[in-house]
């Protein structure tokens, strides 16, 4: 049964997130209008030059609070049932599950399945030349099996229809009756896990940093005795 779909606006209260986006704000010369997205554990702001700095701070809140509440949204989508969930670390482990299900389903002629790691690229992708599909490793922990199975699918109906037409579509929904649920849930998986991913190894930076691990390199002895001393100072 599918779940309902979330109020657009509607945030409750006990969701919880280990921390807020920062923010990063960039001011363009040739730029007109404002745009803000969600990038790993922040939200980048790009505004144009010319705008006096109250409105840029006005837009910059009004941009930030929509996507902190998205943001939200998708964490909190998460936390909700949505059944079995996969993880797969291995491209043999997923290139066979990915091969059962498309024996179940299109049966078209893939030819492999790779994992991807860039942070900014897609969710996945078909190589229609070498029928080779690539899927995100943000889309494969821990990953509803019903949202990876949708876009698993999407992918494999572009080995019948390239592009995203009407024809596509019906394609898809043959399998995913849900489709937009399951569209918007795989999408949320991947940008949480991202920021999941961005947010531990800034926490593990600033352990070391802390910690004195991480102990800048190449500094005249006299530098590094005064670094060290005010690490110290932090410390105790
Ligand atoms: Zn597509």
Not at 167 to 196: C, G, S, T
Not at 202 to 215: D, H, N, R, S
Not at 222 to 234: F, G, P, T, Y
Request: net charge positive; with cysteine.
């Amino acid at each position: 049964m599918p779940t309902p779909p979330l109020d657009e606006d509607q945030v409750h209260p006990e969701a919880i997130m280990p921390s807020p986006l920062s923010i990063n704000i960039r001011t363009v010369q040739k730029r007109k209008t404002a745009s803000a997205q969600i990038r790993g554990a922040s939200i980048e702001v790009v505004l144009p030059k010319h705008w006096p700095k109250s409105f840029q701070t006005q837009v910059t809140h009004q941009l930030t609070q929509r996507l902190q509440r998205q943001f939200l949204r998708d964490y909190q989508l998460l936390q909700s049932d949505h059944g079995p969930t996969l993880s797969f670390n291995q491209k043999k482990s997923l290139a066979e599950w990915v091969f059962e299900l498309n024996q179940r389903t299109f049966r078209v002629p893939v030819k492999g399945v790779r994992i991807g790691h860039a942070k900014y690229s897609r969710l996945a992708q078909m190589n229609l030349k070498t029928q080779m599909m690539t899927v995100s490793q943000y889309c494969l922990n821990q990953v509803p099996e019903s949202a990876l199975t949708y876009l698993v699918l999407h992918e494999l109906a572009h080995l019948k229809v390239p592009n995203h037409s009407r024809d596509f579509w019906e394609e898809v929904k043959r399998f995913i009756p849900d489709l937009n649920h399951q569209k918007r849930l795989i999408a949320a998986v991947h940008r949480v896990r991202i920021y999941e991913a961005e947010l531990e190894k800034l926490q593990a930076t600033q352990i070391k940093k802390e910690t004195g691990v991480l102990k800048p390199k190449h500094l005249p002895l006299e530098k590094e005795a005064s670094v060290l001393k005010q690490l110290l100072i932090k410390l105790f």
